[in-house]
């Protein structure tokens, strides 16, 4: 609810009241507002969308990542293990990613949805630092082995186009004295034969 109080207080000032909407959340089990929650805004989509882009370099497919969402799952783990805070920063959409790939076809894109995609990168990012330091907190040098990967394919996000997300995705995987079967990350993106991970939202 913290990610929701912040959208609806940035908005709040805003003139222009458009109809319920549905809150962005980094964690794609659970995308919706509350009934009643209301997006106000002033400015067309076009204008948010431009406003956003500024400074990025246009951008048409996933880098880095891998070409399988379990091809992720076991770096991510790797990664984990190795204290690699470099390739986790490979495996996750980028600001550029997530303004040319994901946004434009996203439900918050379009009426009578729409979300500043700035706010919906603040949710984003936010709970990528949270996830990340609480997931490298339990398991950093510590070995971990995936065993099974399991992901729902979410219907809910995409309206179209090539870009897919999956989630919410859980990891059976061992450490050096249990198995254990965990939300790990959060929902993944997939495009063109590549995937990244939306973000590290996790249950920790």
């Known amino acids: 609810m913290r990610g929701l109080m912040v959208v609806v207080l940035l908005l709040a000032a805003c003139g222009g ?15 919706w507002a509350q009934p009643g929650d209301v997006i106000d805004s002033i400015l067309p989509m076009a204008e948010y969308q431009r406003r956003f882009r ?19 799952a076991r770096r991510f783990l790797a990664a984990v293990s190795a204290r690699d805070t470099a390739a986790l920063r490979q495996m996750v959409l980028t600001r550029a990613e997530f303004a040319w790939l994901l946004f434009p076809d996203h439900r918050y894109s379009e009426p009578p949805y729409e ?29 971990l082995t995936m065993e099974r990967l399991e992901c729902r394919a979410d219907t809910l996000q995409m309206l179209r186009g090539p870009t897919t997300i999956l989630g919410p995705c859980t990891v059976r995987y061992r450490t050096a004295d249990s198995t254990i079967t965990r939300r790990l990350f959060g929902s993944v993106i997939k495009r063109e034969g590549r995937v990244k991970f939306v973000s590290y939202a996790n249950e920790f």
Do not use: C, H
């Open 54 to 72: 500024e400074g990025l370099v246009e951008v048409t497919t996933l880098e880095g990542g891998a070409d399988s969402p379990e091809v992720l």
């Open 115 to 143: 979300l500043d995609p700035a706010i919906f990168w603040m949710q984003v990012t936010a709970e990528n630092g949270k996830g990340l330091e609480r997931v490298l907190q339990r398991y950093a040098g510590m070995p």
């Open 17 to 31: 009241s458009r109809e319920a909407a549905p809150v962005a959340s980094a964690d794609s089990s659970r995308p």
